[in-house]
């Protein structure tokens, strides 16, 4: 009996997918819930299960295609049945079958003359998301040209890259320098995720009023706590290691308790306040920066968060993080010390209104009690949407968190 592979739930506000690739061919055979197609998302990798055993006997939708969930993109049929054509394939014969039947010449007939001048090429739909975008931006598309979808049809992402783009400014035509065709050159199509990270990070910068505020942190409290009771406290925790993140979410924790407005997120014309933190942490993924969020961070233990950050950095590292894992952060801490940043700005992650960014810890000489001292510091940069957040608001914030890593001892007491 046939059965439907369809396009699962993707998550929160993900309503289509990508097909990246068809892991199984038509006529292989599959066990029930083997993975038998790779679905891109805006946010991650995601594998589709095959519903039961048996073998591929259809291929609905071709790897490039955008489908919408409860789509359909295959079917598998009782093993030993013959396999059908991709429905692909058969669609691509009939046009090869007409074009060879009116190849064959006719006797005392000849084939009527190609019409004089340039043909115009026949425009395709938008996908239905971009339809929708288009219709609401009063786009047209002529205005966009060609989209990067299969056969020329526009994309979402492309409809998002033209309202991004820069103005176009008129300036004196120049010759058009040759382009070479260097073979020292590599030209790789961006994976969908990577053009909706680019379009998520310019919306960004578009829409809130982003301000970035420094501040610097003495380490050495933490670093000698830290240095005393980590062996201790990996055995008391069966391996969970004591990093600094753990202290470092603490401390934003009790911050945005005293300053809400950190926690806020702008919606329409109301802000939205966050009675709970769901805080999002930067890791490094397979395929670029992601954000898995540990959920209720303000209930967790140190030994809590940190196991929670062990397991994202290992899923996000071995491509398995789930669309659930990303979604509902209030607040993001990124660190780019672990790459040797030394400072940055980092960039909100909508609709969050600011987000923490730690950097490398360096020695360097400091005034301690009108001695001059080797102190281990961090340089830390909040940057904040202006909007919804005053620059007192945020100066205040992170002087807090400044002042919970430099003496621990607040963390305990809530002081």
Avoid: C
Avoid at 139 to 147: K, N, R, T, V
Avoid at 188 to 215: D, G, H, P, W, Y
Wanted: proline fraction near 6%; avoid cysteine.
């Amino acid at each position: 009996m046939a059965a439907d592979i369809k396009v699962p739930t993707l998550g929160e506000s993900v309503t289509s997918a990508t097909i990246a690739r068809w892991i199984k061919k038509v006529g292989e055979t599959v066990a029930a819930d083997e993975a038998v197609v790779e679905l891109e998302t805006d946010k991650v990798t995601v594998e589709v299960p095959a519903p039961e055993a048996g073998v591929i006997a259809e291929i609905i939708a071709d790897e490039g295609a955008e489908v919408a969930v409860g789509g359909l993109l295959g079917r598998i049929g009782a093993a030993g049945s013959a396999a059908a054509k991709p429905a692909a394939a058969k669609k691509a014969e009939e046009p090869k079958a007409v074009a060879a039947a009116a190849a064959v010449p006719v006797a005392g007939v000849q084939p009527p003359a190609a019409p004089p001048g340039p043909v115009a090429r026949t425009g395709t739909a938008p996908l239905p998301a971009a339809a929708k975008m288009m219709e609401e931006k009063k786009i047209s598309a002529e205005d966009i040209g060609e989209g990067s979808a299969k056969d020329g049809r526009i994309s979402k992402g492309d409809v998002l890259a033209f309202v991004n783009r820069p103005p176009v400014v008129a300036a004196p035509a120049a010759p058009k320098p040759a382009r070479t065709n260097d073979a020292r050159e590599e030209r790789v199509k961006m994976t969908r995720l990577r053009k909706t990270i680019a379009s998520r990070l310019k919306e960004a910068q578009n829409t809130a009023a982003m301000l970035t505020t420094f501040n610097e942190v003495d380490m050495s409290a933490i670093m000698a706590l830290r240095s005393e009771y980590k062996e201790a406290f990996e055995k008391k925790h069966k391996g969970v290691r004591l990093g600094f993140n753990g202290f470092f979410v603490k401390a934003v924790v009790a911050a945005l308790a005293e300053f809400p407005a950190v926690n806020a997120e702008i919606d329409g014309d109301d802000i939205v306040y966050k009675h709970f933190v769901n805080m999002g942490i930067a890791v490094g993924g397979a395929n670029g920066l992601v954000v898995p969020v540990i959920r209720n961070a303000d209930a967790m233990s140190i030994a809590e968060i940190e196991s929670a950050i062990a397991g994202f950095a290992k899923a996000a590292k071995d491509g398995t993080l789930k669309l659930e894992d990303l979604a509902g952060g209030t607040f993001s801490i990124t660190n780019g010390g672990v790459y040797g940043s030394l400072m940055s700005t980092p960039i909100i992650n909508p609709p969050q209104s600011a987000i923490l960014g730690m950097h490398k810890i360096q020695e360097r000489p400091v005034v301690v009690a009108g001695k001059i001292e080797i102190r281990p510091m961090m340089y830390l940069a909040v940057s904040y949407d202006h909007r919804i957040i005053d620059g007192r608001e945020a100066v205040s914030f992170l002087v807090r968190v400044k002042e919970s890593l430099e003496d621990p001892r607040r963390l305990l007491l809530e002081i």
